[in-house]
């Protein structure tokens, strides 16, 4: 198939790709660089497991097109920790056992080091309205909040 | 969702259940009907494209007529699928019609449909809305048609 | 339509011409804004464009800048995010920001853009009862030319604008607010970055204790965004007192078309609504201290 050529700078790496118009970054990122860490939930953009950074800001990669992403640097969960040393909201969300079956934690950890980039002291009503976007089904989301102000505090 | 809707036709009683029993008269007036098929005097086959929004369907739709007491009631069921889409409507219609003289029938409609699939997942609250706009269009066609075709009938 | 295993077509042109010039070559061709609708339809199955003509690239509509005549234009690219910390928006016109920040949630107002959403417009959506209220004008390319229409006129009907084939929206324009108004956009929904059941969007000036400027939009209730300019207008001049809050909102009421749906039954929204807009009339009148 011929494919639309582009370049991503994906968690600091220059990828040459081609792709179809309707692939989508998620199916990019999972199927063909094997980032699997951005997950396919709805595939609608509801439920933000397939949050991640493109240019720095958190969007659908479920709703995004690969092709439209030319020159894009994309951040995935993979892309935050600096080789072995977990960054300081990862830390804090295992540090917190914020994490139950996992699904939803990569979109969160996407969400939360955006929100704490440019937040340092929010508040629990700040850290819900900012992450109103990821949605979790196990935890209830008390220890995924605690984690996140525990970060800010750390990055303090 | 229940549809009922209810319209006049200036047409005796006969000549509106006559109409109403010919596919030729009805298929014409049904919106974005493209073709209709008499399998038998109690079934029909059509394919009927519709849009809701930006999203365009195309239906392949059959008909049952499974009760029918001349000239006063008519019970069909309608099987409608998207040919491989996975969107389905199931409707139960009832038709019933009343003298109100000699040159003026009353014709009211109601159907209990159902819609699945692909179309239903979107959730459309307007689907309803837009269940009720095609009953008027088809309304207004079928009454045209048989108050300017009674003469010829 | 396409055929299946055709290739969908992607365009990333660089002016509003040659986008035009595109959606014109290809009657399944559809713009691609944010694509956070768009996508998210193609994904469902539900539509199956034969080419995406993205706009990302097209600088002019992705700024917003002030008028000469004091109005203030919102290009069409620009993403919810930045319409909701727009600081050339003053006054009234803060309606719209009001709405922008009420928009689902954090990454998608990160994709979604002000044309995308209005050219789809979904009535539940949040920017068309805002417009309505803010008395935007939408500007339209298209292969005839430019235009520009009310935006009480561009919303049409269910998911249908004034927009015809081959045409697509380039940006909004917000007129000048009165000094010292207030714009104020209430939203109820199930959670946090739902649809909107139902809401409310108004600009209101006040002088000493006197209607000034009045523009009431009720939104997710009717086909397109229901408002009464003709009651308005009788309360414009004179003071605002519980009697005309109340004519007002029943005015409002007896144009609702709501439906059953999943978020709310009809008969609820058009309990909920006119209470609504009684409640914003009178924050918006305390805000600017001309309570009588």
Known sequence: MTGHPLTLKVNGQERALSVSATRTLLETLREDLALTGAKRGCNQGVCGACTVLVDGQPVRGCLSLTANCDGAEVTTVEGLADGNVLSTVQQAMADTGAVQCGFCTSGMLISAFAFLRDNSAPTVDDIQHALSGNLCRCSGYRKIVDSILLAAKRVA | MRIEESFTVSVPIASAWEAIRNPEIVAPCIPGCESIEVVDPTHYKAAVRLGLGPIKLRFLVEVEITEEEAPIRLVSTTKGEEGGRASRVRSQNVLSLTALGDRETEIAYSAEVEVTGRIAKFGFGMMKKKAETLGREFAEAFRKRVENGQDAA | ?292
């Open chain 3, 1 to 292: 339509m396409m055929e299946p295993g055709a290739e969908v077509a992607f365009h990333r042109p660089r002016t509003v011409q040659e986008a035009l010039a595109l959606l014109s070559a290809d009657d399944g061709a559809v713009c691609l804004a944010g694509g956070a609708t768009l996508v998210a339809m193609m994904n469902a199955d539900l539509i199956a464009p034969s080419g995406l003509v993205s706009l990302s690239g097209i600088d002019v509509l992705r700024t917003a800048e002030r008028l000469p005549d004091g109005a203030v234009r919102i290009g069409a690219m620009r993403h919810h995010r930045q319409t909701a910390d727009e600081t050339l928006l003053e006054d009234g016109q803060q309606v719209v920001r009001e709405a922008a920040r009420q928009i689902a949630n954090t990454p998608v107002r990160n994709m979604g853009t002000i044309g995308g959403s209005i050219a789809f417009f979904d009535p539940a959506a949040d920017y068309p009862p805002a417009l309505v209220a803010a008395d935007a004008i939408v500007d339209i390319s298209g292969p005839n030319g430019d235009r520009a229409i009310a935006a009480a006129a561009f919303f049409v009907d269910w998911y249908e604008t004034a927009l015809g084939a081959g045409e697509m929206v380039t940006g909004v324009r917000l007129p000048a607010a009165p000094m010292g108004s207030v714009g104020v956009y209430h939203k109820l929904a199930r959670v946090s970055g739902d649809f909107a059941t139902a809401s409310v969007a108004l600009v209101l000036a006040m002088e000493n204790h006197t209607v000034s400027h009045l523009a009431v939009a009720v939104g997710a209730c009717a086909p397109t965004p229901v408002r009464r300019p003709d009651i308005e207008a009788e309360i414009i001049g004179n003071g605002l007192d519980d009697a005309k809050v109340d004519r007002l909102a029943d005015a409002l009421a007896e144009r609702l078309d709501p439906v059953d749906d999943v978020r709310a039954s009809a008969a609820y929204r058009r309990l909920v609504a006119p209470r609504m807009v009684k409640h914003a009339l009178c924050r918006a009148a305390e805000t600017l201290g001309g309570r009588q």
